[in-house]
DNA sequence: TCAAAAGTGTTATCCTTACACCCATGT
DNA sequence: ACATGGGTGTAAGGATAACACTTTTGA
């Protein structure tokens, strides 16, 4: 058996980073280009020196800081993509390039503070505006996605994808689904599915032009590149994530009230929490102490203040973040 | 800011494959040029050709079929590898190499059954004798492992790692916590730490030789390349995924009884679960149905043969496999 | 008849959910 | 005083863990 690389097939490695944070109630993810009119936002991204570099995420976090000037706290790497046809595919003698995705945490900087010119905080619901159940299940679902989803199943109901699941099965599961335990973290999974119905307008650039897209019109802003898969991908991670690692706390200040971070855990999910429960999931699991002092900032009865409280990771083997029930 | 690759960094992508399967009780792995004398074994792995294959997942499935002849069913990216240092560091001149790492799944193929020549299934245990705890608590952990990880943790014992966590909370966590509720799924983080300390052969050949790899000895059958770190990293991977997909049921028949199916996920997880338990929740969650006909192989009272369910994929938001309790 | 394996019943305990209610402040 | 957000008590329901026990076969 030939266990090594014998024959030699030269390409280039390029790290794409999906960099969150949240100001207030907003989840926002840093985009390139976004103001520059005409031109499609995309996630930062930059090559891999493997010379320069002795691991792929010293390389990250290097040129996010040179060129963004946003400081990362946690970095995970979320998965390889190599796709053809996530380059233009129109000469196919140009270099491959294999680009590997990442989640990064920032904390959220000052509306004023200074990014590098181009690059700017933008909410990510404008890319997944079927993602955002807080205010209410949102409209676009049931006014374009279900009707135009419904349409292409019907064209091949029992088609099935690679895991055996059938057209009009996936419809229902993703976006159709009792609406109520609606599967928060496969944001990937409803992305995929409204690029393979040609609903997104990467698919009308990857030539899987649908007429669906000129009913429905294309749905939320599309990125360059695969850049929305990644970031797809990067959202699901981080809604699971936070469930079982304390990596909220890389959004937060120092000190914060309980409702604060129900907030950021709200616009992270995408839905709304239970009060009550959440305050005592959240104490009883001991990720947070109390400061001690007070917040007046909201006209009510003032709020205790709490902190991270790091020991957590080494006493419990799952400290994330108790979120418990909806609504 | 700079979004695209404007220099050229050429490296070379590497496909690495852990593949699994499971005989009798022993859980197997496909490894290379295991037999021929002083090799160290290696994890199958083939370069990705960019023009030749339209997905890493295309090409992985092929040369596998094609070198080892072992058809791949279920296939996951697990990770992607790209430390200098992971190839002999000689000469840097060589090309650089990015490994992809992969965890397949595939039917054991019977004993006699021809694989290519030089490739073979070997008991992954053999390479993490102290991930086994279903006979009892592994005794190399007492005679060797914790007593070697103290002294190295005694030599520095608050350093943190990138984590947060010092040495000393670190064997604790990963080998010393109760042995009761022991976190089966860090078996990369346990491998680590045995790198760390400089206890596994890998880390005498990458040059981090210590002293203590002489008093304790080798721990486990080593690997080449980093591929002993590829196949802890598919071995948690795999004991986290089973129990939320039904990924477990690529490695049993077509029909099996319950005992079958417990004895092949003990042998994932490495411990032993609690009978009764086990089957009330296996058959409560619906992920097997009973075919009618019964099983006379043990000698004891005849056992009910059960098919999975393809239908809970579509029924139940997590359909894996509810193991419960240990024991 | 006994060992071995299959299979059932029942209870204690924990965790989550849901709902009702009280508290402290600013206006 | 009342609106607003902060905070607590408690009981119902569901799920698991632990334990005791019965059934069916082959040797």
């Known amino acids: 058996m030939n266990i090594s690389v014998s024959t030699h097939f030269p390409v280039e490695v390029g790290l794409t980073a999906a960099i969150a944070t949240v100001r207030g109630e907003d989840p926002l ?53 190599g796709d053809r046809g996530r380059q233009a595919r129109a000469d196919d003698r140009e270099p491959h390039v294999v680009s590997i995705g990442y989640l990064a945490l920032t904390r959220a900087p000052a509306e004023t503070e200074d990014l590098a010119s181009g690059a700017a905080f933008r909410p990510w619901y404008a890319f997944f505006p079927w993602e955002d159940w807080r205010a209410a299940r949102p409209a676009v679902i049931d006014a374009k996605i279900l009707p135009a989803l419904r349409k292409w199943a019907a064209r091949d109901p029992d088609r099935p994808n690679a895991y055996g699941l059938s057209r009009r099965e996936r419809v229902r599961l993703l976006f159709d689904a009792d609406n109520n335990r609606r599967d928060d973290e496969n944001v990937l999974d409803r992305y995929q599915i409204l690029y393979e119905a040609g609903l997104v307008e990467e698919a009308r650039r990857d030539g899987r032009a649908s007429p669906l897209i000129d009913e429905a019109g294309p749905l939320g802003a599309p990125m360059r590149h695969d850049h929305r898969r990644i970031l797809a991908t990067a959202i699901g991670r981080l809604r699971s994530k936070m469930k079982y690692r304390p990596v909220i706390f890389e959004l937060m200040p120092e000190a914060f009230t309980l409702s604060k971070l129900q907030r950021v855990a709200e616009a992270l999910q995408g839905r709304r929490l239970h009060t009550q429960n959440f305050r005592r999931l959240v104490e009883a699991s001991a990720v947070v102490e109390a400061t001690g002092d007070m917040s007046r900032a909201t006209g009510g009865r003032p709020a205790a203040r709490f902190r991270f409280r790091r020991e957590v990771v080494q006493e419990r083997p799952a400290p994330g973040l108790r979120i418990g029930a909806r609504s």
């Not at 570099?53 to 993509?81: C, K």
């Open 29 to 81: 993810i840093l985009v390139a280009e976004a103001a520059r009119g005409d031109r499609e936002a995309a996630l930062p991204s930059g090559p891999f020196d493997p010379l320069a570099h002795r691991t792929f995420e010293i390389g990250l976090r290097e040129w996010v800081a040179e060129q963004t000037g946003a400081p990362l706290g946690y970095v995970e790497q979320l998965y390889t993509f």
